[in-house]
């Protein structure tokens, strides 16, 4: 899985505490922590975060439309639009027909209607990154909340 910094992707492996990621400005993407709407502008300007501490921990994976480059835990917050409503839902509650929120390295927003959903029978390292302001960043293009 990579993660967007100020010098483009890079593997989530590589990065350390210290390191600068880029996440979303505030105006760009709105979040009610309560109950999981959010509202996104027309695209996504990005500014520097600081990566402060890491998790790493062996956890199932699911990915979606057979990308299996860009896993995900059961339990990562990722931005969805389902039933119409744009809502951060678990990996685990995304359903065929959601439509998961892509952001590219220029800040384009776009939707990945989920097609399929397949589960890895083994458990694989999965990285918990607390950043020093934010909770929300971007990896394998996904807009995913910590």
């Given at each position: 899985?990579?993660?967007?910094?100020?010098?483009?992707?890079?593997?989530?492996e590589s990065i350390?505490?210290?390191?600068?990621?880029?996440?979303?400005?505030?105006?760009?993407?709105?979040?009610?922590?309560?109950?999981?709407?959010?509202?996104?502008?027309?695209?996504?300007?990005?500014?520097?975060?600081?990566?402060?501490?890491?998790?790493?921990?062996?956890?199932?994976?699911?990915?979606?439309?057979?990308?299996?480059?860009?896993?995900?835990?059961?339990?990562?917050?990722?931005f969805t639009i389902?039933?119409?409503?744009?809502?951060?839902?678990?990996?685990?509650?995304?359903?065929?027909?959601?439509?998961?929120?892509?952001?590219?390295?220029?800040?384009?927003?776009?939707?990945?209607i989920v097609e399929?959903?397949?589960?890895?029978?083994?458990?694989?390292?999965?990285?918990?990154?607390?950043?020093?302001?934010?909770?929300?960043?971007?990896?394998?293009?996904?807009?995913?909340?910590?």
């Open positions: 899985m990579n993660i967007l910094t100020p010098f483009g992707l890079e593997p989530i350390k505490i210290g390191d600068t990621v880029l996440v979303p400005n505030k105006e760009s993407v709105i979040l009610d922590e309560a109950t999981g709407l959010y509202k996104l502008s027309g695209s996504v300007v990005f500014v520097n975060d600081t990566v402060i501490d890491i998790e790493i921990t062996e956890k199932p994976v699911l990915y979606f439309n057979n990308n299996d480059g860009a896993s995900v835990s059961e339990t990562q917050p990722i389902s039933n119409g409503q744009e809502i951060v839902k678990m990996a685990q509650d995304i359903i065929v027909g959601d439509a998961i929120i892509r952001v590219d390295e220029n800040g384009n927003v776009s939707k990945e399929n959903i397949n589960k890895s029978n083994d458990t694989k390292p999965t990285y918990y990154l607390k950043l020093e302001n934010g909770t929300i960043f971007v990896a394998e293009g996904i807009l995913i909340n910590q």
